[in-house]
T-cell receptor
């Protein structure tokens, strides 16, 4: 079956712009989480969505937002980009958000965002 | 959130077993222990998970201490493809807040 698909793979934006990243989960997976990975901070949790509702949010400013559609596809948006937002943004899907289903956490290859 | 501590890096020779340790002294009774690994230029990949008993799958084995304050991921025969960053993660009561630490960078020498 197809894995988690993230688009685009690479993106270059200018400081102050906004960006939208897309994630298509594995078919049948209903939970989608987003992570930011930087060399300095490692992998940091952004937010998790299930049934179009944000279930949990990490410690990021309000410029970072997301949403999930009825087909479980998810988008994240970053407004007013800063140089420090340059990172690899990873999306992960699982069958559901509960502990017993967490082992099915499958990551995409990520979107590499560069802010100049 | 319960935290984990892992060595920054480890080295192994190809075709030898590798034991990757993880300390989680503040683990709660309902936390699961998960291991993921991240190969270069890829997203993290699920390796194994467990609660109290030792677990085996086609990729690795997970040995969990009796007091659950530590665990060890065992790769039975390391290959060059196993060179990656290995993350030990605890999940809380509701499977939320998947917190990744710095992980252990495993190098496999031919």
């Amino acid at each position: 079956k197809a894995g988690v698909t993230q688009t685009p793979r690479y993106l270059i934006k200018t400081r102050g712009q906004q960006v939208t990243l897309s994630c298509s989960p594995i078919s049948g997976h209903r939970s989608v989480s987003w992570y930011q990975q930087t060399p300095g901070q490692g992998l940091q949790f952004l937010f998790e969505y299930f049934s179009e509702t944000q279930r949990n949010k990490g410690n990021f400013p309000g410029r970072f937002s997301g949403r999930q559609f009825s087909n479980s596809r998810s988008e994240m948006n970053v407004s007013t980009l800063e140089l420090g937002d340059s990172a690899l943004y990873l999306c992960a899907s699982s069958p559901g958000p509960d502990r017993e289903e967490r082992y099915g956490y499958t990551f995409g290859s990520g979107t590499r965002l560069t802010v100049v | 959130d319960a935290k984990t501590t892992q060595p920054n890096s480890m080295e192994s020779n190809e075709e030898e077993p590798v034991h990757l340790p993880c300390n989680h002294s503040t683990i709660s009774g309902t936390d699961y222990i998960h291991w993921y690994r991240q190969l270069p230029s890829q997203g993290p990949e699920y390796v194994i998970h467990g609660l109290t008993s030792n677990v085996n799958n086609r990729m690795a084995s997970l040995a969990i201490a009796e007091d659950r304050k530590s665990s060890t991921l065992i790769l039975h025969r390391a290959t060059l493809r196993d060179a990656a960053v290995y993350y030990c993660i605890l999940s809380d009561n509701y499977g939320q807040n998947f917190v990744f630490g710095p992980g252990t960078r495993l190098s496999v020498l031919p």
